[in-house]
T-cell receptor, first 114, second 111 residues
């Protein structure tokens, strides 16, 4: 596609439910990132996929969070047993496998846990 | 580890004022440096970048120079406009590594 696409754009879920957030990166981009942005806060790194390398999961806040990337393209971020503190905008970005190139961001998924 | 520190906001200026948003970094090796901008209601987008020491990135009247000796990448603009009101993020990326962002600086420009 023309840009990074994320779905859904908005998600309201009940506390304790599982949610899946989807990211379609730009075609040909081998690097994919997930970040979280809470209201009025900065960007919190969650996970980074680079080609066929093992993902960098060092930013995942708890074992309720997981992510996968199938076929080197689409990625899904899963949050199990959601909590109210998980409410945030989840941002996905992708970039070419070339050092120094910019990352292109999607519009994000706004997750609200009630 | 790698980190980025940028000045706390919000920053409020009058139109046509000179803008500086400070950014310093800690990193091993020779990272690439970026400024991203998030306009109200919009997604994050690249404003400018520099990939090696003494490089100057520029876009839309904004400039930032990669200073390795001071580990800084300060953002400047000579005359700001109301339309520059946004949140600005300084970021770095080392080879084969994730992008690390500062906490962001909210900028308000008054007409």
């Amino acid at each position: 596609g023309a840009g990074v696409s994320q779905s859904p754009s908005n998600k309201v879920t009940e506390k304790g439910k599982d949610v899946e957030l989807r990211c379609d990166p730009i075609s040909g981009h081998t690097a994919l990132y997930w970040y979280r942005q809470s209201l009025g806060q900065g960007l919190e790194f969650l996970i980074y996929f680079q080609g066929n390398s093992a993902p960098d999961k060092s930013g995942l806040p708890s074992d309720r969070f997981s992510a996968e990337r199938t076929g080197g393209s689409v990625s899904t971020l899963t949050i199990q047993r959601t909590q109210q503190e998980d409410s945030a905008v989840y941002l996905c970005a992708s970039s070419l496998d070339t050092w120094g190139t910019e990352a292109f961001f999607g519009q994000g998924t706004r997750l609200t846990v009630v | 580890g790698n980190s980025v520190t940028q000045m706390e906001g919000p920053v409020t200026l009058s139109e046509e004022a000179f803008l500086t948003i400070n950014c310093t970094y800690t990193a091993t090796g020779y990272p690439s440096l970026f400024w991203y901008v998030q306009y109200p209601g919009e997604g994050l987008q690249l404003l400018l970048k520099a990939t090696k020491a003494d490089d100057k990135g520029s876009n839309k009247g904004f400039e930032a120079t990669y200073r390795k000796e001071t580990t800084s990448f300060h953002l400047e603009k000579g005359s700001v406009q109301v339309s520059d009101s946004a949140v600005y993020f300084c970021a770095l990326m080392n080879r084969d590594d994730k992008i690390i962002f500062g906490k962001g600086t909210r900028l308000h420009i008054l007409p």
